[in-house]
């Protein structure tokens, strides 16, 4: 007996031990107090999305299944790299929940999930197909708008854009984009130098005549109305266009119209640039002319960042390398475009160009727009380590819980369980005397299990968490009741202490397995099933259930051998 008891001592101590250290602070490598216990969404604040894949402009052969895993992959990826420390990412249907807690900067956060991170790098074209085609897509835009709509703005006299510059031969050159090899490939011109070369004539002879078309000549006639031609000034390069920013979403608009999309060229893609480009007074928005085949794609891609910052002129740059397959395609797509300028597209958005000066290989850099901090190159060497999303994400549900909040349910929560475990307390000793101190020693001993293997298992300790943790006290207090009273019939029918304690066990343990299978069963199912805040409360008594049963059969037990051993065989017991 002497043995028994022995062993199991020292199982029930090196639980204790080892649940004991599982819950002291570590810290990480940069030396941060990391606490034993994850603090969920709703106790330490932070932000909950729900996204849904936007199918509306997919293929209608297109798989929605792969797509949402891939989009939930992608996603997971992103906010691993971003740094949350226990995030939940889950799918629930089409949907993709997204819990961050403890996030310091939602708004960031919530960028980096949206962001499709779809990146082409495409040869940004002379625009001479583009203004052939202008004068169709003017008329395309009178029949689709009518021409009473479009008289204010067709007939708008504006300001050349090109004499308020000074010229395209004195233009400053205002987003470069540094693409240089290890091979010394080169690139021009850099922040400050002249462009590169002015327009030619034949471009300037048509955007100028659409100008003059645009511009309200006596005699005009509904049908000669130049909308388009009107809004559009010469930019910077040849390919450029610009736009003043007020006008962009009228622009926007008539460029969506399903009657100008239809007389655009197929070999061009008309893409919008990310900076505003000051000049007179007034802010511009460049529209680049593409080649609608770019030289490669994102998917191409083998690895990005980190982020860093140009030793010449300051600019933040992202590194990337490509794919061998990615690498043969862009060195065959720059040889034929010495010289051309090469458009770097990000999300349909022209994030910088730069000249090819030479043939470029497997490793570059992007060189983000002027003004753009080193914080948004990070982002985007993220996004682009992490690999686009399949299709874009739209966030049909958003929430934000504030530490206050996390404060005031900790505290409560806190108190809630210390008034329940001293009301435990007092009861059991009161009501069972002797018999109900083991039960106590045995629920501190529920506790220090309970608690160290949450922080064992890395679980999220949630507000419903804490819940399930009350709850499963009480069902540990409520197996030594059955226990207790067991014992309590045993020794009303005259047996003898040690064997009313052994057939008071044996009579209560089908009880107790019922009643704590049954609850297992159900956390198990919630957990399953559940999400966010109910797979907290699932985790929470699923543990405390285990906890639980263990300490009232075998903490319990052997306190009692332990109790039974220094006392005569024919005293009574305490209970």
Same mark, same amino acid.
């Given at each position: 007996?002497?043995?028994?008891?022995?062993?199991?001592?020292i199982?029930?101590?090196?639980?204790?031990?080892?649940?004991?250290? $599982?819950? =002291?602070?570590?810290?990480? +490598? #940069?030396?941060? !107090?990391?606490?034993? /216990?994850q603090?969920?969404l *709703? %106790?330490?604040?932070g932000?909950?999305?729900a996204?849904?894949?936007?199918?509306?402009?997919?293929?209608?052969?297109?798989?929605?299944?792969?797509?949402?895993?891939?989009?939930?992959?992608?996603?997971?990826?992103?906010?691993?790299?971003?740094?949350?420390?226990?995030?939940?990412?889950?799918?629930?249907g089409?949907?993709?929940i997204?819990?961050?807690?403890?996030?310091?900067?939602?708004?960031?956060?919530?960028?980096?999930?949206?962001?499709?991170?779809?990146?082409?790098?495409?040869?940004?074209?002379?625009?001479?197909?583009?203004?052939?085609?202008?004068?169709?897509?003017?008329? $395309?835009? =009178?029949?689709?708008?009518? +021409? #009473?709509?479009? !008289?204010?703005?067709? /007939?708008?006299?504006?300001? *050349? %854009?090109?004499?308020?510059?000074?010229g395209?031969?004195?233009?400053?050159q205002?987003?470069?984009?540094?693409?240089?090899?290890?091979?010394?490939?080169?690139?021009?011109p850099?922040?400050?130098?002249?462009?590169a070369?002015?327009?030619?004539?034949?471009?300037?002879?048509?955007?100028?005549?659409?100008?003059?078309?645009?511009?309200?000549?006596?005699?005009?006639?509904?049908?000669?109305?130049?909308?388009?031609?009107?809004?559009?000034?010469?930019?910077?390069i040849e390919?450029?266009?610009?736009?003043?920013?007020q006008?962009?979403?009228?622009?926007?608009?008539?460029?969506?119209?399903?009657?100008v999309?239809?007389?655009?060229?197929?070999?061009?893609?008309l893409?919008?640039?990310?900076?505003?480009?000051?000049?007179?007074?007034?802010?511009?928005?460049?529209?680049?002319v593409?080649?609608?085949?770019?030289?490669?794609?994102?998917?191409?891609?083998?690895?990005?960042?980190?982020?860093?910052?140009?030793?010449?002129?300051?600019?933040?740059?992202?590194?990337?390398?490509?794919?061998?397959r990615?690498?043969?395609?862009?060195?065959r797509?720059?040889?034929r475009?010495?010289g051309?300028?090469?458009?770097?597209?990000?999300?349909?958005?022209?994030?910088?160009?730069?000249?090819?000066?030479?043939?470029?290989?497997?490793?570059a850099?992007?060189?983000?727009?002027?003004?753009a901090?080193?914080q948004?190159?990070?982002?985007?060497?993220?996004?682009?380590?992490?690999?686009?999303?399949?299709?874009?994400?739209?966030?049909?549900?958003?929430?934000?819980?504030?530490a206050?909040?996390?404060?005031?349910?900790?505290?409560?929560?806190?108190?809630?369980?210390?008034?329940?475990?001293?009301?435990?307390?007092?009861?059991?000793?009161?009501?069972y005397?002797?018999?109900?101190?083991?039960?106590?020693?045995?629920?501190?001993?529920?506790?220090?299990?309970?608690?160290?293997?949450?922080?064992?298992?890395?679980?999220?300790?949630?507000?419903?968490g804490?819940?399930?943790?009350i709850?499963?006290?009480?069902?540990?207090?409520?197996?030594n009741?059955?226990?207790?009273e067991?014992?309590?019939?045993?020794?009303?029918?005259g047996?003898?202490?040690?064997?009313?304690?052994?057939?008071?066990?044996?009579?209560?343990?089908?009880?107790?397995?019922?009643?704590?299978?049954?609850?297992?069963?159900?956390?198990?199912?919630?957990?399953?099933?559940?999400?966010?805040?109910?797979?907290?409360?699932?985790?929470?008594?699923?543990?405390?259930?285990?906890?639980?049963?263990?300490?009232?059969?075998?903490?319990?037990?052997t306190?009692?051998?332990?109790?039974?051993?220094?006392?005569?065989?024919?005293?009574?017991?305490?209970?």
């Amino acid at each position: 007996m002497f043995s028994t008891v022995r062993w199991r001592v020292i199982w029930i101590t090196l639980l204790v031990l080892l649940c004991g250290w $599982a819950l =002291v602070p570590k810290e990480d +490598a #940069d030396g941060n !107090r990391i606490p034993p /216990l994850q603090l969920g969404l *709703d %106790l330490q604040g932070g932000m909950h999305l729900a996204v849904e894949v936007d199918d509306s402009q997919a293929p209608p052969d297109a798989d929605l299944e792969d797509a949402v895993e891939r989009t939930l992959t992608t996603i997971r990826n992103r906010i691993d790299q971003f740094g949350v420390r226990e995030p939940n990412i889950q799918r629930a249907g089409d949907r993709i929940i997204v819990e961050l807690a403890g996030v310091q900067d939602p708004e960031r956060a919530k960028e980096i999930v949206n962001r499709t991170a779809f990146m082409e790098f495409k040869v940004v074209t002379d625009g001479t197909s583009f203004l052939n085609a202008l004068e169709r897509i003017d008329r $395309a835009i =009178v029949n689709a708008v009518g +021409a #009473d709509q479009l !008289r204010p703005t067709a /007939l708008e006299t504006q300001v *050349d %854009l090109g004499e308020v510059l000074g010229g395209r031969d004195t233009a400053p050159q205002a987003v470069p984009a540094d693409t240089t090899l290890p091979d010394s490939a080169a690139v021009d011109p850099p922040p400050g130098a002249p462009a590169a070369a002015p327009d030619p004539p034949a471009a300037q002879d048509s955007a100028a005549a659409g100008r003059d078309s645009a511009a309200g000549a006596p005699g005009q006639q509904d049908g000669e109305l130049r909308p388009l031609s009107a809004l559009l000034r010469p930019g910077r390069i040849e390919g450029e266009f610009l736009v003043a920013t007020q006008d962009r979403p009228t622009v926007e608009s008539w460029l969506a119209l399903p009657e100008v999309t239809a007389v655009i060229p197929n070999d061009i893609t008309l893409h919008w640039g990310v900076e505003d480009v000051p000049a007179g007074g007034s802010t511009f928005v460049p529209l680049y002319v593409l080649d609608a085949e770019p030289l490669i794609t994102g998917e191409e891609l083998q690895d990005a960042g980190p982020a860093n910052r140009d030793p010449t002129f300051n600019q933040p740059i992202v590194p990337f390398e490509t794919t061998r397959r990615g690498a043969r395609l862009f060195e065959r797509g720059t040889a034929r475009h010495v010289g051309d300028n090469m458009a770097i597209v990000l999300d349909n958005r022209v994030q910088s160009y730069a000249v090819i000066r030479g043939i470029l290989s497997r490793n570059a850099q992007i060189e983000l727009a002027p003004g753009a901090s080193f914080q948004e190159a990070q982002d985007l060497a993220l996004v682009l380590r992490a690999g686009a999303l399949p299709m874009p994400i739209r966030i049909v549900e958003e929430r934000t819980v504030g530490a206050s909040l996390g404060e005031d349910s900790i505290r409560q929560g806190r108190m809630a369980f210390l008034i329940g475990i001293v009301a435990v307390v007092l009861l059991m000793i009161g009501y069972y005397r002797f018999a109900g101190v083991l039960a106590v020693g045995a629920l501190v001993v529920y506790v220090i299990l309970l608690l160290g293997g949450l922080a064992g298992l890395q679980a999220t300790l949630t507000l419903p968490g804490i819940a399930g943790l009350i709850l499963s006290v009480g069902m540990a207090v409520d197996a030594n009741v059955l226990i207790f009273e067991r014992i309590r019939e045993e020794l009303d029918a005259g047996k003898t202490p040690r064997t009313a304690v052994d057939a008071g066990f044996a009579n209560a343990l089908s009880a107790i397995v019922d009643a704590n299978l049954t609850t297992l069963i159900t956390g198990i199912i919630l957990f399953q099933f559940g999400t966010g805040p109910v797979r907290g409360f699932a985790v929470t008594l699923c543990i405390g259930i285990l906890a639980s049963f263990f300490a009232a059969l075998y903490v319990t037990r052997t306190f009692f051998m332990i109790y039974l051993n220094r006392r005569a065989s024919s005293e009574s017991v305490s209970i």
